[in-house]
């Protein structure tokens, strides 16, 4: 399968929207779910998308670059590993193991990026001390050149010669090493669900996590994923709704309490 000048185009787009959005609002586009998924639509296999992108987000949960700290680069993994699973047509256990070296290995690109960007700020400095403010706002809009450009390159050198890359690693890399990049892409969503549940207050609600585990394990073939979320949701529903008529008949208790001395003190 050849990718396409116009696909390569539009992915590149989309790496520079991400970036856009990773340094300003983050709505999501940067995002390694959105980034595989987008792919994956683009390749005509969204399905491939959502399993890579789904599972490296779960590895990216939690995961910023405090205090300027440089984080694996998995909106470009994630675009190039969803390409490279459908290119070769491996699946995307195949893909999950690609996107984590790359995501890992662009974090040199990233460092190289920021280092880039200081020449933009020191320029900035400089307009702020002569009050020139419209210098100060030009170099904020041309340091994003730096920040696009660690990801656009890698992403478009690797989808241009996408073709000839996956041929390569095919035929060069030792069938175990290619067993072992599955194995680990197979692996990784419950190293994810791991993680994930460090942050999920488990302990305190484990009977709605039994729940959850027991619907999915022993009733695969009655509930999807889609059905135990809503159900979750129903009972994350009764439990508010639960609390909040404790509060209300605790308020009201205190309420009944205060006219009652107020009587007693008027007697």
Partial sequence: MEVSIGIILILC??????????????????????????????????????????TLQLMTLGVATYGGATVPDFLSGAIMGTAYAIISGQGAEYGIGIAVPIGLLLTQLDILG?????????????????G???GVERCNVFGIIPWSVSRVLPVFIGLFFGEHVVKVINEWI?????????????????MGIAILMRYLPIKKFWPYFIIGFVLLAYGAEFFSVLGVALIG????????MNQNNKSAVST????????????????
Avoid: C
């Fill in 174 to 190: 030792p069938l175990w090493v290619m067993n072992g990049l599955k194995a680990a892409g197979a692996i990784l969503p419950a």
């Fill in 13 to 54: 787009i989309y790496t520079v929207v991400g970036v856009l959005d990773q340094i300003s609002i983050q709505i999501g586009p940067y995002t390694p779910l959105f980034a595989a998924t987008f792919t994956g639509l683009v390749f005509g296999d969204i399905q491939t998308g959502l399993m890579i992108g789904a």
């Fill in 132 to 134: 020139n403010y419209r």
């Fill in 114 to 130: 920021r280092m880039t960007n200081t020449f933009f700020q020191h320029k900035a400095d400089q307009y702020a001390e002569d």
């Fill in 233 to 240: 949701l129903a009972l994350a529903a009764i439990y508010v």
């Fill in 252 to 267: 009201t208790g205190t309420i009944v309490y205060e006219e009652d001395e107020e009587v007693e003190i008027d007697d």
